[in-house]
C-alpha cells in the first residue's frame, strides 16, 4: 500500500481540476484502483505503489503543462491519460522558446511543436516561406502570430492576409449579402486566429484603416504589395498562374508566408495545383524557404493526428495498388508487343 500528497503549487486549481472537477474525475477514471482525494492544494493518491506513482507522474505532467501553456484543456488531459505524450513533439513555454506575440490579455504567443518553432526560424531569416502540412498543426495561426509581431515591432506598416475562395470559382456574385458578406466565409480561419491576438476595438480599428486588410486572392491582381507581412492561406487551391501573380506581387520590403496542405486540394479535377509547382522550382532560391509539418505538430483535438495518419495510410495504399496496376498493364503490353514480334519473324522465316 502506498500513500502520496502532493502539493499543487503556482497554478489555478480550477484550470488544473476543471469545473466541477471534470478534470480530476478523467484522473481518477484512468485509475480505477487508487483513491485520489483533493482538499485544497493538496492531493492525496494511495493504492498500489505501481498505480500511485504512475498517477503522481500524468498529475504532474498536467501541472506542469498548465504552468507553462497557461492552460490545460480536457482534450489535451485525455491525450495524456491515453498514453499520449504532447512534450514528445510540442515545446514547453520555458526561456528557450521565445514568445512569437502577447495576444488578447497578455496571453504569451509561441511556438508549440518543433516544427511550428522551424516555421518561426525560417521566417526570421527569409523573405518568402512555404509552410506545407495537414490540417490542425498551426500553419496559419503561426504565421498570423508572425504578421501581427511584425507589426507591433513596425517593421511593416500593414498586414495582408488573403485566400482563393475556391469554393465559389472566385466567383462569389450568387453567394448572398455585399462584398464583406460574400467573402467572410471564406476567410474565418484568419479572423480567428487575429481576434485571438487584438482586442475587439483595436482590431476593428485596423481594419477600418486597412491597416490589416483580408480579401480573397483574385483582389490582389494588379497591386504591389509593400511594407507589408503577406499571409497566403489555402494555397493548395491556387492555380499556377495564381501562386505566379502573388509571388510577383511583392515589394521590395515585403515579407510573406505561404500556407498549404497538399493532401487536401479543392480544385476541380482538371486543374492541379500550382502550391507543388512553386516550392519545385523556388525552393533553393536565396531568401525563400520551406517548412514540412506533419500529423505530429496537430495541436487540435487528439483524434485530427489518427484521423490525418489513417488517410495518409489509405491514400499510400491506394498508390502503392495503381503502381501494381500500372506495372501489370505495362507487362502485359510488353508481353503483346513480344507476342506481335514472334509472329512477324515466323511469317518472314516462310
Not at 500513500?3 to 486549481?13: C, K, P, Q, S
Not at 486540394?265 to 532560391?285: C, E, M, N, T, Y
Not at 501489370?328 to 508487343?337: I, N, Y
Amino acid at each position: 500500500m502506498s500513500e502520496i500528497i502532493l502539493t499543487i503549487e503556482d497554478v489555478d486549481l480550477v484550470a488544473l481540476y476543471g469545473e466541477k472537477n471534470v478534470k480530476l474525475n478523467l484522473l481518477r477514471q484512468a485509475f480505477p484502483d487508487i483513491t485520489i482525494t483533493s482538499r485544497g492544494n493538496n492531493v492525496k493518491l494511495a493504492g498500489e505503489k505501481k498505480y500511485t506513482q504512475k498517477a503522481k507522474s500524468k498529475l504532474e505532467a498536467m501541472v506542469k503543462m498548465l504552468r507553462n501553456d497557461k492552460e490545460l484543456t480536457t482534450h489535451t488531459v485525455t491525450d495524456l491519460l491515453n498514453g499520449g505524450n504532447p512534450y514528445e513533439v510540442r515545446l514547453s513555454n520555458g526561456p528557450g522558446n521565445a514568445t512569437i506575440v502577447h495576444g488578447r490579455n497578455g496571453k504569451p504567443i509561441k511556438a508549440k511543436t518543433q516544427n511550428q518553432r522551424k516555421l518561426v526560424e525560417a521566417a526570421d531569416r527569409n523573405d518568402v516561406v512555404f509552410a506545407i502540412g495537414p490540417a490542425g498543426t498551426g500553419k496559419t495561426y503561426t504565421a498570423v502570430a508572425l504578421a501581427v509581431r511584425a507589426l507591433k515591432n513596425k517593421i511593416v506598416k500593414k498586414i495582408v492576409l488573403t485566400r482563393p475562395a475556391v469554393e465559389a470559382g472566385e466567383s462569389l456574385g450568387f453567394l448572398p449579402g455585399d462584398l464583406k458578406d460574400k467573402i467572410d466565409p471564406y476567410l474565418r480561419p484568419l479572423y480567428d486566429g487575429l481576434e485571438d491576438m487584438f482586442p475587439a476595438e483595436k482590431l476593428k480599428f485596423f481594419m477600418e484603416n486597412r491597416i490589416i486588410e483580408i480579401a480573397p486572392l483574385a483582389f490582389m491582381r494588379g497591386r504591389t504589395l509593400d511594407n507589408a507581412f503577406i499571409i497566403l492561406d489555402e494555397a493548395q487551391n491556387t492555380t499556377t498562374t495564381q501562386i505566379k501573380m502573388f509571388l510577383t506581387r511583392l515589394g521590395p520590403t515585403a515579407k510573406c508566408i505561404i500556407t498549404g496542405d497538399l493532401s487536401q486540394v479543392d480544385l476541380p479535377f482538371s486543374q492541379k495545383s500550382g502550391l507543388r509547382r512553386a516550392i519545385d522550382l523556388l525552393g533553393h532560391l536565396e531568401g525563400i524557404s520551406a517548412v514540412y509539418l506533419t500529423a505530429d505538430d496537430v495541436v487540435r483535438h487528439r483524434l485530427v493526428k489518427e484521423i490525418i495518419k489513417a488517410y495518409a495510410k489509405s491514400d499510400e495504399l491506394r498508390q502503392e495498388e495503381k503502381f501494381k496496376k500500372d506495372d501489370e498493364r505495362r507487362q502485359k503490353r510488353l508481353e503483346r508487343a513480344e507476342r506481335r514480334k514472334d509472329g512477324d519473324d515466323g511469317e518472314s522465316s516462310t
